[in-house]
């Protein structure tokens, strides 16, 4: 029977948690930059399988490898594009709403042709006329390219950039994919999680690829000071903390055979974390594996599939007061995320995609009240249709995407059921009372 | 009757005979299959080189190349390579140039490909890219 207290900030933390995993994930469907196709001459759709980000073709991946610097030579272009999202939300419970839900700068291009980037400024809209900017994903990149060793190519870069994965050259990490699992805790990998790194830190990696299949990265990073995360647009309760020793580590396998692709990668990430600053730090690591798999074939029938499992080891540096007499926080502990994901895109136009997200935590009855895990389990389902961008579209070089997307949660903190443990005589909210249909149009240019 | 059934005979003896005599000009130009070079081009191609007139990506249009004259697209940025280049684009030279890594075809290039090994697959394309006219 689970421990009940009196947990009504908590209860309203955790809905928060939940509409912003939401909205995170909503945002999945948003990260075209046509800037890029204006810099190359390429269409969307040779970058993105369904002709609108974020899951990239491997065409897409040696892009980014080389810096975002490719071009058609003819000349220079703007390095500027803009999005802007429209949302219909209905959640279970809650209030339905129509917004016209973010509007983003993407400042993205070419530099020389060693230099490139990628900066996202995001507008989003709080209601009553309240508007939100805030500096998202930023990745400035330097790259030597076509470097001979022996017989082999090589290339070799740098990146400096603010979410951890974000960078990675698969591009099947939860920073790139916006598919972490969300739920009251989580790996630092994920941006879902809770005090997540992502966007609120700052690191630089050094990356090479060898012979098109072996790549490697490393790295370090460091979070910003709360006053230049309140100078980016970010409220100071989801700091992520101070951290030291941090190391960001990337070795995969990627083998493109033109009609299909597949790779096989490790990541790890180390920190010593304090969150309060004030607090002693945690010794965190997070070790993970990722699998992915894309048929692209004629590109009439393209299928993208990916499994990214990221477990973290804690140690924690204090054990938080119990409320339970007799009752001590564990010392130690682990959460594991894991994410698969299938896309099934058709004429690189319409598209149906399905993630299963998983977020599971060892025991721990005084950190994870009140039923002592913090496991949570979601899916979400999403139906597509991106008209342009494609060689012989009206315009390959900006499109829209109308998306149709079901989120649904089946276990949250620990349950399916009373996931927040109210008294007896007081409402529960089921796991699925989180869930949410939403309706989204997004055009970019 | 009998002479109207012979008319579309005599049409395709005379287009066979086109074909025949095209065929031992040139082994290549009718030796593919359009359609299968068209998913061929998709696969191999597409990515860096557009079908669409006066449409460059990081490589130059593909429109009308079978007949044209090597480095010579307009408002296409070319490798010192291919500018000094002296051919013409025939099937014959596509047939060879395709078939290596672009660096030994023309070394200096900016094209970054291994070449095609398949024969099938590349008369195929090389027939695909002669319809685009």
Redesign the interface.
């Known amino acids: 029977m689970p421990l009940r207290l009196n947990r009504r900030a908590p209860r309203r933390f955790y809905l928060w948690l939940a509409a912003a995993a939401l909205l995170l994930l909503a945002s999945t469907s948003a990260q075209a930059i046509p800037a890029y196709a204006r810099q190359t001459g390429n269409a969307c759709a040779d970058c993105h399988a369904g002709s609108y980000g974020p899951a990239l073709t491997p065409y897409g991946m040696r892009f980014k490898l080389n810096g975002y610097t490719d071009t058609d030579g003819n000349g220079f272009k703007i390095p500027v594009a803009v999005q802007i999202n429209g949302t219909r939300t209905v959640p279970v419970q809650g209030q339905s709403g129509n917004a016209l839900s973010e509007a983003d700068i993407y400042i993205a291009g070419r530099v020389t042709d060693n230099i490139g980037g990628y900066v996202k400024v995001a507008t989003d809209n709080l209601g009553d006329d309240h508007y939100s900017s805030k500096l998202s994903d930023v990745d400035l990149r330097f790259v030597a390219k076509d470097v001979n060793l022996g017989s082999k190519e090589a290339t070799f870069g740098v990146s400096v950039n603010n979410n951890p994965g974000f960078q990675d050259a698969v591009s099947d990490l939860f920073a790139s994919t916006q598919l972490g699992p969300p739920g009251v805790t989580g790996t630092l990998l994920n941006p879902s999680s809770p005090n997540s790194l992502a966007n609120r830190v700052v690191g630089a990696t050094a990356y090479g690829v060898y012979d098109t299949h072996w790549y490697g990265e490393l790295g370090t990073y460091t979070s910003l000071p709360l006053s230049e995360q309140a100078n980016l647009g970010y409220a100071p309760g989801g700091d992520p903390g101070k951290l030291s020793d941090t190391g960001y580590a990337r070795f995969a396998y990627m083998k493109d055979m033109k009609k299909q692709f597949f790779s096989a990668g490790v990541v790890a990430l180390t920190t010593r974390r304090q969150v309060p600053r004030t607090n002693p730090a945690d010794n965190l690591t997070d070790l993970g594996y990722d699998l992915t798999y894309q048929y692209i074939g004629n590109r009439a029938n393209i299928v993208q599939a990916s499994f990214v499992d990221i477990l973290e080891l804690r140690h924690y540096g204090s054990l938080p007061p119990s409320p339970f007499p007799g009752v001590a926080a564990q010392s130690h502990g682990a959460v594991h995320d894991k994410t698969f994901s299938l896309t099934y895109t058709f004429l690189q136009t319409y598209g149906l995609s399905l993630a299963h997200m998983q977020s599971t935590s060892t025991r721990d009855i005084v950190r994870y009240q009140p039923y002592g895990i913090a496991d949570t389990t979601s899916n979400q389902f999403i139906v597509f249709w991106t008209p342009f961008g494609k060689d012989d579209s009206l315009t390959p070089m900006a499109n829209l995407k109308l998306s149709a997307i079901w989120f649904r949660f089946s276990r949250f903190n620990g349950s399916d059921s009373n996931v927040f443990g109210a008294p007896p005589g007081f409402p529960g909210t089921s796991a699925h009372d989180l869930d949410a249909f939403l309706v989204t149009a997004s055009i970019a240019f | 009757m009998s002479k109207l059934r012979w008319i579309p005979s005599l049409r395709c003896v005379a287009v066979a005979g086109l074909y025949l005599g095209g065929a031992l000009a040139s082994p290549f130009v009718l030796a593919g299959d359009a359609s299968a070079g068209s998913?061929v081009f998709?696969?191999?191609c597409?990515?860096c080189h557009?079908?669409?007139e006066g449409?460059?990506?990081?490589g130059p249009s593909l429109f009308g190349i079978v007949g044209r004259a090597a480095g010579t697209v307009p408002?296409?940025?070319y490798s010192d390579a291919l500018l000094q280049a002296r051919w013409t684009w025939t099937t014959d030279k596509l047939h060879s140039y395709l078939s290596q890594p672009a660096k030994l075809a023309n070394p200096g290039t900016k094209m970054k490909y291994d070449g095609l090994t398949d024969a099938r697959q590349l008369d195929d394309l090389i027939t695909y890219l002669g319809t685009l006219h």
């Open positions: 998913d998709k696969t191999e597409s990515e557009s079908v669409r449409r460059n990506k990081k408002n296409y940025k």
